[in-house]
């Protein structure tokens, strides 16, 4: 079990004293025992008993000070398993204690984030565990410390919801994106949970399961209520803004929800969680927020915890206060301590102190008493809490049928409606046919009136020929009117041809015809009683008219004669006239029966059509599938890659990824317009299939390239990539199986491709390497300057340590003029080393040049090898930036005014940037060329010669400084226990300094690493050179004294004899 360190001062210091002390610290004792029991290092779940004292701590003192003062002194930092049980325990404290306590945490936020920024940056897989819970716990308090409505354990009414979320929109939409937040923090937690007891294949009946999963159901009971609040606010928010707007929300709630249901349904299938607690089931889909009558759908899940036994153990105690001695310390001591300070208070006890014995006995029974009602309380309480959601959950089935019963009325209303309505439009229809009917009778009817009218035309002619005939008769009685009679005859004749020429041809003008022949009969019949009016005016010359009245015979007889030929052309007529009817008939009828045919036709050739459309869209669209089930089948091949054993070994640059990421992201927009012109016309699907195809093989070679560019990357940059790669590949899957369902293509986003795409891209843009900022061409003049400035810079060092030495000669004198000239004789012999070391690099280097570059010139030979030749450069500027810091070190040491160990770490500097040197120059160097053998015998001696430095500054150290005596005899028993409690704090200062000190100092060494770049592939360069063994799963940060990179010798090793194994000298 673990114990606490720094148990706070009150508890070791007090003595039996009143009542309210006693209390005090027996209270204090109880919290003491229970933290130490709950928050231990053994891996097992956290006791619920204990869980449940240290809760009603809390309650006891209305916050959680008492707890904070124990939990500060847990070792957290030592153990990831006692800092995950710790989590637990907090998170148990946040929900069921005393609202205070969530204002007692804010205080020690920075405490719980240290506590996970440590484990997050270890490989430990509690240590993993707690960097997200510590996550979920910041959110946690946040949230409620921005929130009061909610109580930390996320239970409230909907009334307290709607006035927490308000009428403004903007304050709505906030709080449901924290709440995503927060939802988010508590999945991931058991995602993570879940994933580590996949891989250690662990059940939940071991401890170690128990261990990991018991936080989970603190996770359980807050994801319920999160879920039923996030639902809420959802519909609220539907209700407020339109659906375009929310289709983030939506997204981020269905992902959720199908999270949560996954974790939901894994948990109910653990026998762990069944007799814990009772997981509610969500339902198959998510809510459809687009409809609002589906919110009397939703169900609240509700959380129900099993009762359980009270668990009673009497506490063991922690700290031993009582006023004996230990069992190990001498009586004599005991002595001396009376002598001194008299004998203890409770050597002779009176009345009164068997008074406050008894009645703190009877205080005794009275608090157990007190904690058995409390638990009973307890207990009635969570029962009633049980019923209180039963019934809530009763409510809320009873609401949802009456919002059930509220949609059937409204649909059978909009059916009323709709009947109502299709019997309007049918009596409408009703009304239309018989005004039809009414149109077609009315129409027969004009049709026999049109014939009435035409037999009485016929009527009136043969009655006008009757008047005819009368006229005539009385010609022959008034001879003197027999021109006037003529005349009329005339008249009435042409009148009649004209009728009958007009029956012939216009039979629909009948009607209008023969009203005009009705007002000329009149007119005529008015004439003719003018003419006879006339004959009797004329009856005066009718002896002038005799003499015409033979001609007037003679021409009575020829117009009977046309009267008789006129009315046999119009028998002929009508005749005529009859037979058109017939033929137009007939014509009608085989019109009617020609125009049913070439329908009949045409709706054949539109169906055949409209087959031939949908066979034509059927074969477009198989086409399609058919790509696109080949592209999956690429994509998935190259996913799988990133899993592959069998690829750790494959590599590739990162300029080569850029290409192909910036390839595929062309091919993405042209995916995006075939695929809007597919949309626009299903009947041609080359465009889209072309970019398919082109897309699938571009986007499988830029994942498969990405896996192999993450194999040389250092950890972090290549998992994001390998993740980015995953991602991306995911996006793709979806896109295409998409694209092989013909509902699921309208909803196809190909751009959504485009951002893991672009974070590929990114990616290798950032692992480019980073080189000189220098042409090729100038890289051999660099080279020299930059050798020659390294030997000034060597030459300058010797100069000024030789100096230094003539004024520490005058300056000092005894020891001090021993150390210092001890110390620059060896600072002098280590700059010769490297002098030699840099001459003999430029030889080896010249002999390189010569040998390799053929008839090329020196400066296209190192423009070909130009990494190489960068790592000439850098090792060169390295070594003559150390050599200066070692010059300013010894100066300061000399002057008194700098450290030793600035002195060391520039030795260790020295040997390093040599080390690499040689390393750089040695990696084109001919084995067997005596140049080398030299520059391996000159590394050799720098590391000796830097070995003298250190062992000479360590030693002039010891001699100059004074080191005091621990002399500890005339302190007291009290002192030396003050003191040696002063002295466990500082080194407890000094230990977290130190950490904190390592933490930077690995910070700046992985900057250093990635501010120096990579050389780059060796396939790039010299491709005969194998590829380097595949990175492991943790990568070893490069030492403090490493500049740039150096590109791998072609045998992947470094001889021992080579003396380069010294530049490892700074210590991890």
Known sequence: MNSIKNVPARVLSRRPGHSLEAEREQFDKTQAISISKAINTQEAPVKEKHARRIILGTHHEKGAFTFWSYAIGLPLPSSSILSWKFCHVLHKVLRDGHPNVLHDCQRYRSNIREIGDLWGHLHDRYGQLVNVYTKLLLT????????????????????????????????????????????????????????????????????????????????????????????????????????????????????????????????????????????????????????????????????????????????????????????????????????????????????????????????????????????????????????????????????????????????????????????????RNQGLREEAEKRASATEARYSKLKEKHSELINTHAELLRKNADTAKQLTVTQQSQEEVARVKEQLAFQVEQVKRESEMKLEEQSDQLEKLKRELEAKAGELVRAQEALSRTEQSG????????????????????????????????????????????????????????????????????????????????????????????????????????????????????????????????????????????????????????????????????????????????????????????????????????QALLQARPGLVRGPLQGILQLGQELKPKSLDVRQEELGAMVDKEMAATSAAIEDAVRRIEDMMNQARHASSGVKLEVNERILNSCTDLMKAIRLLVTTSTSLQKEIVESGRGAATQQEFYAKNSRWTEGLISASKAVGWGATQLVESADKVVLHTGKYEELIVCSHEIAASTAQLVAASKVKANKHSPHLSRLQECSRAVNEMAANVVASTKSGQEQIEDRDTMDFSGLSLIKLKKQEMETQVRVLELEKTLEVERVRLGELRKQHYMLAGAVGAPGEEDPGRPSPAPRSGTSKKPPLAQKPSVAPRQDHQLDKKDGICSAQLVNY
């Open 140 to 427: 946690k308090i946040s949230f409620h410390l921005k929130h009061p409505q909610f109580p930390a354990g996320l239970e409230v009414t909907d009334e307290v919801l709607e006035k927490a979320a308000g009428t403004d929109v903007n304050n709505i939409f906030q709080l449901t994106v924290e709440m995503f937040d927060y939802m988010d923090c508590e999945l991931k937690l058991s995602e993570s949970v879940f994933r580590q007891l996949n891989t250690a294949i662990a059940v939940s009946q071991m401890s170690s399961g128990q261990c990991r999963l018991a936080p989970l159901i603190q996770v359980i009971q807050d994801c319920s209520h999160l879920y039923h609040y996030t639902v809420k606010l959802m519909f609220k928010l539907h209700s407020c803004l339109p659906a375009d707007t929310l289709q983030g929300h939506r997204d981020r709630f269905h992902e959720q929800f199908h999270s949560l249901r996954n974790f939901f349904r894994r948990a109910s299938d653990m026998l762990y969680f069944k007799r814990l607690i009772q997981i509610p089931r969500l339902p198959e889909g998510p809510p459809n927020f687009l409809r609002a009558s589906a919110l009397a759908e939703h169900i609240k899940p509700v959380v129900v915890i099993p009762e359980e036994a009270p668990e009673d153990e009497e506490p063991e105690n922690l700290i031993e206060i009582s006023t004996g001695p230990p069992a190990g310390e001498p009586a004599v001591v005991a002595d001396l301590f009376e002598q001194t300070f008299g004998p203890p208070n409770g050597s002779m006890k009176d009345d009164r102190d068997l008074q406050i014995e008894t009645l703190k006995r009877e205080v005794d029974l009275l608090r157990a008493e007190l904690d058995k009602i409390k638990l009973e309380a307890q207990r009635y309480i969570s029962q009633l809490k049980g019923q209180v959601n039963t019934l809530e959950a009763e409510l809320e089935e009873q609401r949802k049928q009456k919002q059930k019963a509220l949609v059937d009325n409204e649909q059978l209303r909009h059916e009323l409606s709709q009947l109502r309505a299709a019997q309007l439009e049918g009596e």
């Open 543 to 742: 002896s002038e008219l005799s003499l015409r009245l033979d001609a007037l015979s003679a021409e009575k007889d020829e117009l009977s004669s046309a009267v008789r030929q006129r009315e046999e052309d119009l028998l002929a007529a009508q005749s005529l006239v009859r037979e058109k009817e017939e033929a137009l008939s007939q014509e009608q009828q085989r019109s009617s029966r020609e125009r049913g045919e070439l329908q009949g036709r045409l709706a054949d050739k539109e169906s055949q059509e409209q087959r031939l459309q949908q066979r034509l869209l059927d074969e477009q669209f198989a086409v399609l599938r058919s790509t696109a089930a080949e592209a999956e089948g690429i994509l998935r091949d190259a996913v799988g890659k990133l899993d592959d054993p069998l690829h750790l070994r494959c590599t590739s640059s990162p300029d080569y990824l850029v290409s192909r990421a910036q390839s595929a992201l062309d091919a993405v927009s042209a995916l995006e317009k075939g695929h809007a012109q597919y949309l626009t016309s299903r009947a041609d699907a080359s465009a889209l299939v072309a970019a398919l195809t082109q897309f699938a093989h571009l986007a499988a070679d830029t994942i498969v390239h990405g896996s192999a560019t993450s194999h040389l990357a250092p950890t972090d940059p290549a998992d994001r990539l390998i993740d980015t790669c995953r991602e991306c590949g995911g996006r793709a899957l979806e896109l295409v199986g998409q694209l092989q369902d013909q």
